[in-house]
């Protein structure tokens, strides 16, 4: 077991309250919200209760809200709904961003092996899209524009309200991948220009495996499952009830203590890097991602030298929990796709190790992790 644990970008620790609320729903005995019955009843106002907050938290309405199995799946939902809604039209174009994270990515790779036409935006040294290159790149032959909010990997920003404008002027649909940042970044959706969004509960201290597409009222769209009539026909199954009511109370503390939760990573980041600096010299590590344009919780740092995957293991031996990139790249120990499109050099991009701050996380375990990787680099010096 690691003492350490910086890799809330994989995964978080579910908050007590979401717990609580999952036992609380668990234990309520056999309950799909379908049945008509006393326990269907109860079990279809605890997804209504979680999808009211989870609409007023959003500025949507709840009609517009539905519930999925993950970040993934929302992203998947997303853009084979819109795609194929919007080939009806004659759309058959594809924008995304070369740093989207393998859901959104591999998903569009997919439509262009169905007949659509793929662009990839590319980003700057600091993962961020250009808007001129967004603005050229979309026409009325789009279909669907799909850019992140914060990035997985680097925590960069992207301008998706500038960029959900060209969409809209060029009637096409934006579709955002808001995992990372929600929770962080307040998301008001009747002020964005954004169509479709997804948000992954277990990335703010929720359940694994829950999830949420918002799908704004109108937006040509066409479902990916299909089955009973959950979810207003537009995702069947029987609801995740207990994970559903435990994502609501995540997200509502998140939204309590947005400001905190962003001063507390923001801190321990911070600290992260004195630490460095003093104990390892600020000429032996540099910071990949956008110093101003950023999440909080997310640092992504390169120890020229060193591969990540020497680090990542002599940490994870001193009892440190720290990402080589994105989770489902760390098996495969691929160079970051995310780090490739910043066309950073190559010994940058194989020795970067991600940081992810957030509950629980305190400034002393930054510096004991500083003084960990000072150690660590004396043994490759
Ligand atoms: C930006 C982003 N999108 C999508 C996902 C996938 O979410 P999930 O793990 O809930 O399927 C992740 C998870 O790492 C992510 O960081």
């Not at 009609?63 to 795609?83: H, I, K, P, Q, R």
């Not at 992260?272 to 010299?281: E, N, P, V």
Request: aromatic fraction near 6%; glycine fraction near 8%; include cysteine.
């Amino acid at each position: 077991m690691n003492t350490i644990y910086f890799d809330h970008a994989a995964t978080t620790p579910m908050h007590p309250a979401a717990i609580e609320a999952y036992v609380a729903c668990a234990s309520a005995g056999p309950s799909n919200p379908s049945s008509l019955h006393g326990s269907g009843r109860a079990a279809r106002e605890r997804v209504s209760v979680a999808r009211d907050s989870l609409a007023e938290m959003l500025g949507c309405s709840p009609a517009e809200l539905v519930f999925t199995g993950g970040g993934t799946e929302s992203d998947n939902a997303a853009l084979f709904g819109a795609a194929f809604a919007q080939r009806k039209k004659g759309r058959n174009r594809i924008v995304a961003t070369a740093v989207e994270h393998h859901a959104v990515l591999n998903v569009c790779r997919r439509l262009e092996a169905e007949g659509f036409e793929l662009t990839i935006l590319p980003v700057d040294e600091f993962g961020r899209v250009r808007l001129e290159d967004a603005q050229a790149a979309i026409d009325e032959r789009t279909a669907v524009v799909s850019v992140m909010a914060g990035n997985n990997e680097t925590g960069t920003l992207q301008p998706i309200a500038e960029i959900g404008e060209f969409a809209r002027r060029s009637r096409a649909l934006m579709h955002v991948d808001a995992v990372q940042a929600f929770g962080y970044l307040p998301i008001d959706l009747r002020e964005l220009p954004i169509d479709l969004l997804s948000v992954s509960a277990h990335k703010i201290n929720g359940p694994q495996g829950v999830g949420l597409l918002y799908v704004r009222r109108g937006t040509p769209w066409l479902p990916s499952l299909y089955g009973g009539s959950q979810e207003r026909s537009r995702r069947a199954g029987t609801e995740n009830v207990a994970g559903i009511a435990a994502f609501a109370a995540a997200a509502g503390i998140a939204r309590a203590q947005r400001q905190s939760r962003w001063q507390h990573a923001e801190s321990v980041r911070a600290e992260a890097l004195r630490q460095l600096a003093a104990h390892l010299g600020s000429e032996r590590f540099v910071v990949n991602g956008h110093p101003e344009f950023r999440l909080p919780h997310v640092l992504n740092v390169s120890f020229p030298g060193i591969s990540s995957e020497s680090m990542l293991m002599n940490l994870d031996l001193a009892g440190v929990a720290a990402s080589g990139g994105s989770a489902c790249n760390s098996g495969s120990l691929k160079p970051s796709h995310v780090l490739e499109a910043m066309n950073l050099p190559s010994d940058r991009i194989a020795s970067a190790v991600r940081f992810s701050f957030g509950l629980g996380n305190t400034t002393d375990e930054a510096e004991k992790m500083a003084k960990i990787i000072a150690t660590i680099s004396a043994r490759y010096a």
